[in-house]
């Protein structure tokens, strides 16, 4: 940190981003009202490319123009959604601390008010998540899913046009914009899997900034901390660069740690699932253990053809 008064904070200039990055900087203004937190917004690779499909930018395309400001010492830290960044981070930067997780599951917005099941045969839903589409396809595989593209209010308005009758998102986003009212229905996590790092903030600061490190850890939230370490390990465990649907969710049941993960073709013809519990103590046995289990369960055949890819 090179000005303690004056706090350069990076983060992507969308809505969405925005709200995100106020909701860890009001904590930070009352624990530290002397300093002056500044947020510098970056474009990344991912904003450019609009119409490019999501799919062909790979996780971490909406972080690294971030990662390089913040190696380049033109911000003290970064504010991430937690499920954009690869497993591996740049050498020199850290995930300093987490905020409080928001709502991890999925939602389905549609304009008739229909949920999933009440969807006529036919109906077109968006997403361009290959996760979300396997694991829906199971569900219904006579819906289409097409992909979208678009801030969160630009995919709920075209849900009132011809292309799509509904869209899938994720929960936290809509209520950290306030658009709760938006949401049609919220997708069990035993039915709809959540990303790796769904619904939580990463805060992102260099290894060696320990003003910064030290400022930052004043906000961490533990639960949210211990939960997506274990769901990051598992995603480095199981091959985070492969084009196979994969999520990991953890969270905290009777004191345990208790994660369910999958891995599938995106057209849902094949879907693997685990649920394990664990001692908190160590997230990061916990997540590498899971990703384990599920390619023993019979999930390492596609994941390797993913990789091969």
């Not at 995603?235 to 599938?264: N, T």
């Amino acid at each position: 940190m090179t000005d303690p008064t004056n706090v350069r904070v990076g983060s992507r200039g969308s809505p969405l981003s925005l709200a995100q990055t106020e909701e860890i900087l009001a904590p930070l203004r009352a624990i530290y009202p002397n300093r002056h937190f500044v947020v510098v917004p970056v474009i990344t690779g991912g904003d450019r490319r609009k119409d490019a499909p999501l799919l062909s930018l790979g996780r971490g395309t909406f972080a690294r123009e971030i990662e390089m400001a913040l190696l380049d010492g033109e911000i003290d830290f970064a504010i991430h959604s937690a499920k954009d960044l690869p497993s591996d981070l740049p050498d020199g930067l850290t995930l300093a601390t987490f905020g409080e997780r928001r709502d991890p599951r999925d939602v389905i917005v549609s304009a008739s008010g229909n949920t999933l099941a009440e969807m006529p045969a036919g109906s077109r839903l968006g997403t361009s998540s290959p996760r979300r589409t396997a694991q829906i396809s199971v569900l219904r595989p006579d819906i289409e899913m097409v992909p979208i593209r678009g801030n969160v209010g630009t995919r709920i308005y075209k849900t009132k046009g011809l292309d799509y009758d509904g869209v899938v998102l994720a929960a936290a986003g809509l209520l950290r914009l306030g658009m709760e009212e938006k949401i049609t229905e919220y997708l069990s996590p035993a039915v709809c899997t959540p990303d790796v790092g769904q619904g939580a903030l990463a805060v992102e600061a260099r290894s060696d900034d320990l003003q910064t490190l030290e400022v930052l850890m004043a906000i961490d939230h533990g639960p949210t901390t211990t939960a997506v370490t274990a769901e990051r390990a598992f995603l480095a465990e199981i091959g985070g660069g492969c084009q196979v649907p994969v999520a990991a969710y953890a969270r905290f049941e009777d004191g345990r740690l208790h994660m369910s993960a999958m891995a599938g073709l995106s057209d849902g013809s094949h879907i693997y699932r685990v649920e394990l519990d664990y001692a908190p103590d160590d997230p990061q046995s916990a997540g590498q253990q899971t990703a384990r289990r599920l390619l023993d369960s019979g999930a390492a055949e596609i994941v390797a053809r993913g990789a091969a890819e």
